[in-house]
Protein backbone atom coordinates (compact mmCIF):
# COMPACT_ATOMS: atom_id res chain seq x y z
CA UNK A 1 0.00 0.00 0.00
CA UNK A 2 1.42 3.45 -1.14
CA UNK A 3 1.93 5.51 2.16
CA UNK A 4 0.35 9.04 2.50
CA UNK A 5 1.39 12.31 3.90
CA UNK A 6 -1.05 15.53 4.52
CA UNK A 7 -1.00 18.15 6.48
CA UNK A 8 -2.33 17.41 10.09
CA UNK A 9 -4.67 20.52 10.28
CA UNK A 10 -5.85 23.29 8.28
CA UNK A 11 -7.63 26.72 8.93
CA UNK A 12 -9.50 28.55 6.28
CA UNK A 13 -11.90 31.47 6.20
CA UNK A 14 -15.77 30.65 5.01
CA UNK A 15 -16.06 31.47 1.49
CA UNK A 16 -12.39 30.76 0.63
CA UNK A 17 -11.02 27.95 -1.53
CA UNK A 18 -9.49 25.43 0.36
CA UNK A 19 -6.27 23.10 -1.55
CA UNK A 20 -4.97 19.98 0.87
CA UNK A 21 -2.25 18.36 -0.67
CA UNK A 22 -1.46 14.25 -0.08
CA UNK A 23 2.08 13.35 -0.89
CA UNK A 24 1.98 9.31 -1.78
CA UNK A 25 5.84 8.84 -3.53
CA UNK A 26 5.51 5.51 -4.14
CA UNK A 27 2.45 4.73 -5.71
CA UNK A 28 2.04 1.79 -7.81
CA UNK A 29 0.75 1.93 -11.63
CA UNK A 30 -2.45 -0.08 -10.99
CA UNK A 31 -3.37 2.77 -7.55
CA UNK A 32 -6.41 5.09 -7.47
CA UNK A 33 -6.43 8.37 -5.32
CA UNK A 34 -9.40 8.62 -3.47
CA UNK A 35 -10.60 11.05 -1.18
CA UNK A 36 -13.06 11.21 2.33
CA UNK A 37 -14.86 13.42 4.79
CA UNK A 38 -15.25 12.31 7.95
CA UNK A 39 -17.57 14.60 10.15
CA UNK A 40 -17.20 14.20 14.12
CA UNK A 41 -19.06 10.98 15.68
CA UNK A 42 -19.87 9.96 11.56
CA UNK A 43 -18.95 7.52 9.43
CA UNK A 44 -16.51 8.15 6.73
CA UNK A 45 -18.03 9.50 3.61
CA UNK A 46 -16.46 9.31 -0.01
CA UNK A 47 -16.11 12.63 -2.04
CA UNK A 48 -14.02 12.01 -5.04
CA UNK A 49 -11.29 9.43 -6.64
CA UNK A 50 -9.55 9.90 -9.89
CA UNK A 51 -6.44 8.12 -11.38
CA UNK A 52 -4.79 11.28 -13.53
CA UNK A 53 -5.06 14.77 -14.58
CA UNK A 54 -8.35 16.23 -13.31
CA UNK A 55 -11.75 14.78 -11.81
CA UNK A 56 -14.16 17.55 -10.60
CA UNK A 57 -17.79 16.47 -9.30
CA UNK A 58 -20.85 18.55 -7.73
CA UNK A 59 -18.46 18.44 -4.22
CA UNK A 60 -14.89 19.30 -4.63
CA UNK A 61 -11.94 18.92 -7.67
CA UNK A 62 -9.17 16.45 -7.56
CA UNK A 63 -5.89 17.39 -9.22
CA UNK A 64 -2.97 14.88 -9.98
CA UNK A 65 0.33 15.69 -11.66
CA UNK A 66 1.60 13.42 -14.57
CA UNK A 67 3.84 12.28 -11.91
CA UNK A 68 1.13 10.98 -9.55
CA UNK A 69 3.30 11.28 -6.49
CA UNK A 70 0.76 13.87 -5.51
CA UNK A 71 -2.67 14.45 -5.50
CA UNK A 72 -4.49 17.89 -4.03
CA UNK A 73 -8.49 17.88 -2.78
CA UNK A 74 -9.91 21.47 -3.62
CA UNK A 75 -12.88 22.52 -2.01
CA UNK A 76 -14.72 25.82 -3.48
CA UNK A 77 -16.13 28.26 -1.55
CA UNK A 78 -16.33 26.46 2.15
CA UNK A 79 -18.49 26.86 4.72
CA UNK A 80 -18.24 26.17 8.19
CA UNK A 81 -20.48 22.86 7.51
CA UNK A 82 -17.19 22.04 5.96
CA UNK A 83 -15.45 21.60 8.92
CA UNK A 84 -14.33 17.80 9.28
CA UNK A 85 -11.15 15.43 8.48
CA UNK A 86 -10.39 14.75 5.40
CA UNK A 87 -8.38 11.42 4.57
CA UNK A 88 -6.52 10.83 1.37
CA UNK A 89 -6.29 6.92 0.77
CA UNK A 90 -4.43 5.72 -2.34
CA UNK A 91 -4.98 1.72 -3.37
CA UNK A 92 -6.00 -0.76 -6.27
CA UNK A 93 -9.39 -0.58 -4.91
CA UNK A 94 -10.45 1.60 -8.02
CA UNK A 95 -11.59 -0.67 -10.28
CA UNK A 96 -14.23 -1.80 -7.38
CA UNK A 97 -14.01 -5.38 -8.20
CA UNK A 98 -12.88 -7.19 -5.26
CA UNK A 99 -13.97 -6.60 -1.76
CA UNK A 100 -10.69 -4.17 -0.82
CA UNK A 101 -10.56 -2.63 2.57
CA UNK A 102 -10.14 1.22 3.18
CA UNK A 103 -6.83 1.93 4.92
CA UNK A 104 -6.74 5.37 6.26
CA UNK A 105 -4.02 7.63 7.71
CA UNK A 106 -4.62 10.46 10.31
CA UNK A 107 -6.36 12.41 7.85
CA UNK A 108 -6.50 16.43 7.57
CA UNK A 109 -8.59 18.71 9.97
CA UNK A 110 -9.99 21.11 8.32
CA UNK A 111 -11.24 23.87 10.30
CA UNK A 112 -13.55 26.53 8.81
CA UNK A 113 -13.69 29.91 10.36
CA UNK A 114 -16.91 32.17 9.97
CA UNK B 1 -30.76 8.25 -1.26
CA UNK B 2 -30.71 4.71 0.54
CA UNK B 3 -28.15 4.48 3.26
CA UNK B 4 -26.18 1.92 5.71
CA UNK B 5 -28.17 2.09 9.48
CA UNK B 6 -26.45 0.96 12.33
CA UNK B 7 -28.01 -0.24 16.06
CA UNK B 8 -28.15 0.94 18.54
CA UNK B 9 -26.08 3.99 18.23
CA UNK B 10 -24.45 3.42 21.73
CA UNK B 11 -24.06 -0.05 23.59
CA UNK B 12 -22.59 0.22 27.01
CA UNK B 13 -21.35 -3.59 28.33
CA UNK B 14 -19.46 -4.78 31.07
CA UNK B 15 -15.94 -6.39 30.44
CA UNK B 16 -16.24 -10.29 29.64
CA UNK B 17 -19.85 -9.66 28.07
CA UNK B 18 -20.90 -10.17 24.46
CA UNK B 19 -22.07 -8.05 22.08
CA UNK B 20 -24.05 -8.01 19.10
CA UNK B 21 -23.21 -4.88 16.87
CA UNK B 22 -26.06 -4.84 14.00
CA UNK B 23 -26.09 -3.44 10.45
CA UNK B 24 -28.27 -3.26 7.48
CA UNK B 25 -26.09 -2.74 4.13
CA UNK B 26 -27.76 -0.95 1.78
CA UNK B 27 -29.92 -3.56 -0.27
CA UNK B 28 -28.09 -4.11 -3.78
CA UNK B 29 -24.52 -3.83 -2.03
CA UNK B 30 -22.31 -7.18 -2.36
CA UNK B 31 -19.73 -5.99 0.19
CA UNK B 32 -19.79 -5.61 3.53
CA UNK B 33 -17.29 -4.36 6.01
CA UNK B 34 -16.54 -3.59 9.17
CA UNK B 35 -14.11 -0.69 10.92
CA UNK B 36 -13.16 0.28 13.84
CA UNK B 37 -12.51 4.17 15.14
CA UNK B 38 -10.93 4.48 18.83
CA UNK B 39 -11.66 7.81 20.16
CA UNK B 40 -8.89 10.60 18.33
CA UNK B 41 -7.31 7.40 16.51
CA UNK B 42 -7.66 6.31 12.73
CA UNK B 43 -10.17 4.43 11.30
CA UNK B 44 -9.35 0.46 10.99
CA UNK B 45 -10.21 -2.10 9.04
CA UNK B 46 -11.40 -5.04 10.71
CA UNK B 47 -13.00 -7.47 8.60
CA UNK B 48 -14.98 -7.48 5.12
CA UNK B 49 -17.48 -9.85 3.79
CA UNK B 50 -18.70 -11.55 0.39
CA UNK B 51 -20.48 -13.80 -1.32
CA UNK B 52 -21.82 -15.10 2.58
CA UNK B 53 -17.76 -15.73 3.90
CA UNK B 54 -14.89 -13.66 5.03
CA UNK B 55 -12.73 -12.08 2.52
CA UNK B 56 -10.06 -10.10 4.35
CA UNK B 57 -9.31 -9.47 7.97
CA UNK B 58 -7.34 -7.79 9.78
CA UNK B 59 -4.61 -8.38 12.78
CA UNK B 60 -7.66 -7.03 15.19
CA UNK B 61 -9.78 -9.25 14.00
CA UNK B 62 -9.14 -11.99 16.73
CA UNK B 63 -10.99 -15.57 17.53
CA UNK B 64 -13.48 -13.16 19.77
CA UNK B 65 -14.79 -11.16 16.88
CA UNK B 66 -17.27 -13.11 14.21
CA UNK B 67 -19.46 -12.00 11.64
CA UNK B 68 -22.90 -13.59 9.87
CA UNK B 69 -25.41 -12.31 7.54
CA UNK B 70 -28.17 -13.99 9.26
CA UNK B 71 -30.54 -13.28 6.72
CA UNK B 72 -30.77 -11.16 3.42
CA UNK B 73 -30.42 -7.81 4.87
CA UNK B 74 -28.74 -7.78 8.60
CA UNK B 75 -24.79 -7.73 9.05
CA UNK B 76 -23.66 -8.35 12.21
CA UNK B 77 -20.50 -7.85 14.44
CA UNK B 78 -20.33 -10.17 17.46
CA UNK B 79 -17.90 -9.37 20.06
CA UNK B 80 -17.38 -12.56 21.94
CA UNK B 81 -15.73 -11.43 25.79
CA UNK B 82 -15.33 -7.63 25.43
CA UNK B 83 -12.48 -5.88 26.68
CA UNK B 84 -11.88 -2.03 28.02
CA UNK B 85 -9.42 -1.77 24.82
CA UNK B 86 -12.85 -2.80 22.65
CA UNK B 87 -14.04 0.39 23.38
CA UNK B 88 -14.38 2.78 20.46
CA UNK B 89 -16.97 3.68 17.56
CA UNK B 90 -17.64 0.30 15.54
CA UNK B 91 -18.97 1.08 11.44
CA UNK B 92 -19.95 -1.15 8.96
CA UNK B 93 -19.98 -0.19 5.51
CA UNK B 94 -21.19 -1.83 2.72
CA UNK B 95 -20.46 -1.31 -2.06
CA UNK B 96 -21.37 -2.63 -5.00
CA UNK B 97 -18.65 -3.22 -7.66
CA UNK B 98 -18.01 -0.11 -7.45
CA UNK B 99 -15.17 1.53 -5.81
CA UNK B 100 -17.49 3.71 -3.16
CA UNK B 101 -17.79 2.44 0.36
CA UNK B 102 -20.99 3.63 1.99
CA UNK B 103 -20.68 4.03 5.70
CA UNK B 104 -23.52 3.78 8.62
CA UNK B 105 -23.35 6.50 11.44
CA UNK B 106 -21.42 3.93 13.76
CA UNK B 107 -22.11 2.24 16.95
CA UNK B 108 -20.28 3.62 20.12
CA UNK B 109 -19.00 0.87 22.22
CA UNK B 110 -18.27 1.34 26.10
CA UNK B 111 -16.62 -1.26 28.08
CA UNK B 112 -16.62 -0.65 31.41
Known amino acids: LAKTTQPISMDSYEGQEVNITCSHNNIATNDYITWYQQFPSQGPRFIIQGYKTKVTNEVASLFIPADRKSSTLSLPRVSLSDTAVYYC???????????????FGKGTKLSVIP | EPEVTQTPSHQVTQMGQEVILRCVPISNHLYFYWYRQILGQKVEFLVS????????KSEIFDDQFSVERPDGSNFTLKIRSTKLEDSAMYFCASKTSSYEQYFGPGTRLTVT
Open chain 2, 49 to 56: FYNNEISE
Open chain 1, 89 to 103: LVGDEGSGAGSYQLT
